[in-house]
């Protein structure tokens, strides 16, 4: 996230084209944005929401959560007697209300594609498919994205005044709103609520979010060219639809680096944890683990930053544990965690904090991780534009490859890090210090090699913005490889399996291995895991695959994984089947093989016709109630009936030709049942 401080007031280096008047097409907005909030603070009532367009969008208490989350802690703001102070962060919070059938259950991954469909299930599954896909209301979580502006002015009172413009999206694509907000919210401050319109208009003419892909969105005189996070990374309320969530998720390491792989791809894992690179290694294993986690920061763009980085480093794992880039008090769930007590096990979740009041009240959580530094006591400081750096500029200290030797110990070093520990996360309540208190032994050990292979940045802003670039993708290019070897042993259940050559590919395809704990480990502790991870795990790296057994991430993503295989071995053996040349393939079989081959026809032949027929129906809805994404959802659904009818006009003519061969008692036999004589009418 973006921090920065300002001499004056300065107009964006953008302009609005004199021919847009018209209106936004709201429908078109929510692909993209829920609402654009201005939100100022009040020194008698607080935080007041001044605009929130659309209108009616949010409930009250989700009003007051967003007002309350569009604000840095008072307690953590670094004092500066400048003009105007700007800084641009994101929260993340839980919707108050959702609608009861919103999204496909895990009981209802698991079915998808059974060998088994029942007219109920298939009609269950388009409507769910649907329904996640056009109600962004059904969204569990909500995404903030702030352009916070503090302005000092003495003549004000308490010296000063404070708003924020949010953009609210169910969607964590922070490589589209960081820049939108560096857009708009200058904007704002220059031309008022117009500037809410105008980038309303612009956004509800985008195309519609296609994940994984990099993207051109017009906005007034610019482009904004991004790469959105990949289907299989983003959380299936997030508004898409099942198919899409669960394409591209092969688990193997992509070759074009351009491609993000996980949520918030272009976080800055160098510049974040720069003062803690040698425990990389063991964020990686408490968030693949689902640890609960404290991050501690000066500002809400720090805390929300080392958030951010903490996700993206376990890609393309599903993230599936809670994160929280900035917390407040103010936050519903805090009321829970504050009344937890000793020995209460603290829920899977990444909370960012910039209040010290946290380090007292969650004192139960088990790791506490503080990232960040102070502002510098100057009157200048310098905006480095936003590439992937989410730092200050100008550090305390600049990064020295020293700082990476592991051979460096001195007395004094290893006399401050028992003094750290002895003092606990407590001692950041009188300084602030870049530091890690966790009991956990880490099983994965740093790999020096790809310490040594990043680059000194020296002390220039412009060559420390670069070097960071190429420090990030050094560090994400490892963890990508890292778990993506990590997650290789389960590949197996996985696999999906082909017709061969000369069977029939009507019969039911065998189904997919099944998974029993114990015995993957047990066949894992016999094969090993690898000469990647052996190289870089101690040898009780199978306690590592245990405690991700436990956790909250590993089931998510394994339902989705198999549910992606299945459907994937679904779509190979219906390719199969038109490809068939069903003279040759019954010309081999025997006459009970043939009645079977017949049954099975059948049954995949009325499948499809029932398919097609609740598509229609969903799609007629779709027309009627001009939801969201119906264009994207019409197209789709188009090309779907279309593959359809081929499918039905294929299987009807095989099923013709076996019923042709059949002995003319059993085709008189097979006529008695009304709905099978529908089926074997003559084709037109």
Known sequence: MDERVVDMSRSPSFSVKQELSIKPDLESLQQWVVAFCIIRFDLEQGQLIEDCYPPGCLTQNEELEVAFSSFPDSVSQHQNRLSIHDCIFFFRFQRQKSPPQGNLTSSEITEIDD????????????FNRSKSRNNSRGSKYLYGYVFNRQRHDERLKRGGEQRSVVILSHCPYSSVF??????????????????????????????S?????????????????????????????????FEESTSSMAPF???????????????????TFRGLLLQLWVLWELLLIGEPILIIAPTPPQCCEAVASLVSLIAPLLCSIDFRPYFTIHDPEFAHLNALQEGDTFPPMVLGVTNLFFLKSLRNIPHVVSVGSLAPNSNRATLASRASTGRIAGRAEGFGLQQLSLKKFSPSNLFNAVKLRRDGPLCLMTEHKEAIWSTYAATTKPDTSILNRLIDAGMSPRVEESMSVVNNEILRRHFLELTTNFLAPFGPYFRTITPSEGSSPFIDPPPLPSFNADEFLSSLSARG???????????????????????????????RRRAAAEQEQHRLWRQARMRTDIQLLISKMSELE??????????????????????????????????????????QSGLAAADSAATCHKLKGDLHAVYNILPKDMQELLLVNPQRAALLQVQN
């Open 115 to 126: 060998k088994e469909i029942s007219s109920r299930s298939s009609k269950d599954k388009i």
């Open 178 to 207: 960081r820049p939108l907000l560096q857009i708009m919210g200058p904007l704002y401050f220059d031309i008022g609520k117009k500037a809410i319109e105008h980038i309303a208009a612009y956004v509800s003419m985008w195309p």
């Open 209 to 241: 979010p296609v994940p994984g892909k990099l993207m051109e969105l017009p906005i007034g005189n610019a482009t904004l060219k991004v790469n959105l996070p990949p289907s299989h990374s983003l959380p299936l309320e997030s508004g898409m639809l």
């Open 253 to 271: 390491l992509p070759n074009n680096q351009s491609v993000p792989q996980g949520l918030f791809h272009d976080s800055d894992i160098f510049g």
């Open 529 to 559: 895991a690898g000469k990647f991870l052996l190289k870089r795990m101690r040898s009780n790296w199978l306690d590592l695959y245990r405690r991700f057994l436990r956790g909250s991430n590993f089931m998510p993503w394994f339902q």
């Open 594 to 635: 043939i009645v079977d081959s017949f049954n099975a026809i059948e049954r995949h032949l009325s499948q499809e016709i029932q398919m097609r027929s609740w598509t229609f129906l969903v799609n007629s809805i779709l027309l009627n109630s001009l939801e969201l994404f119906l264009p994207c959802c019409l197209q």
